[in-house]
């Protein structure tokens, strides 16, 4: 069984920052990538930003230069610093964790819940 959990949502002014977390647990063999979509009313869930195993990011247009994603490999945690936040940031941020549970299994998805990001003045 695998646990994805997110933490650190909530209400931001417009230029504010945020900082998420995801800390995924349980029966882990090896994680080949974590990462953000986010998926506001109306909307697709859309990735926000991804990193590898070995390091290496991608990020949607859209955050380039705002937003910063980074990875605890010893803790099974990524982090996503978000600055200089908009209105249009607003949605439902979820955290996706793509690893293994054993060594010969397939990689497979795992969500966390979602935490609701809100920009407002």
Avoid: H
């Amino acid at each position: 069984q695998v646990q994805v959990v997110e933490s650190g949502g909530g209400s931001v002014q417009p230029g504010g920052s945020l900082r998420l977390s995801c800390a995924a647990s349980g029966s882990i063999f090896s994680i080949d990538s974590m990462g953000w979509y986010r998926q506001a009313p109306g909307k697709v869930r859309e990735l926000v930003a991804r990193i590898l195993s070995g390091g290496s990011t991608n990020y949607a247009d859209s955050v380039k230069g705002r937003f910063t994603i980074s990875r605890d490999n010893a803790k099974n945690t990524v982090y996503l610093q978000m600055n200089s936040l908009k209105t249009e940031d607003t949605a439902v941020y979820y955290c996706n964790t793509r690893l293994r549970r054993a060594i010969l299994d397939n990689n497979l998805d795992y969500w966390g819940q979602g935490t609701q990001v809100t920009v407002s003045s």
